[in-house]
């Protein structure tokens, strides 16, 4: 059986091997053996390193990555587990999704200044209450764009 040299996993995976050597560390990976002073893997390796990266993608520590193996090295994940994480993130989007309507609310807000725009107003208060981690994802941050009915008046300094 062929064995991978540690540069090579590197390479492959997208991935120093100042990385590899971390998770070897944390029990994560193990190599088959050694060449000399350079580790040499399993070519499976590979595909347990992309289970890692798409854990790590999707927000769970290397801990919690380490206990979705069984002993025997193979995925043992619990179904339940995934779906927790697949709502927090409809959570985390429906968050940016208000912050970007938020932002972009900002940059074309019709107000001469932004602390003279109550929507702009009501966006810092509901960031900065406490316990609050910005605008409700249940309730839209930003009203449709007011269309000024007047003309702008320029202002002296």
Excluded: N, W
Aim: aromatic share 4%; charged share 30%.
């Amino acid at each position: 059986m062929t064995h991978l040299d540690i540069a090579d996993v590197a390479r492959r995976a997208a991935v120093p091997a100042s990385t590899l050597r971390f998770y070897e560390e944390k029990g994560l990976i193990a190599p088959a053996g050694r060449r000399g002073l350079r580790r040499q893997y399993d070519p499976s390796v590979l595909e347990r390193l992309a289970l890692i990266a798409l854990g790590r993608t999707a927000g769970f520590s290397l801990d919690e990555i380490a206990g979705m193996f069984a002993p025997d090295g193979r995925p043992q994940i619990d179904r339940g587990v995934l779906t927790a994480k697949a709502d927090e993130l409809d959570r985390r989007i429906r968050e940016l999704g208000v912050l970007r309507d938020s932002l972009r609310h900002a940059a074309a807000c019709p107000a001469p200044r932004h602390l003279e725009c109550p929507t702009f107003r009501r966006l810092l208060d509901e960031a900065t209450a406490p316990g609050r981690r910005g605008p409700s994802a249940d309730r839209p941050a930003v009203s449709p764009p007011v269309r000024r009915t007047e003309p702008r008046i320029a202002r002296k300094p």
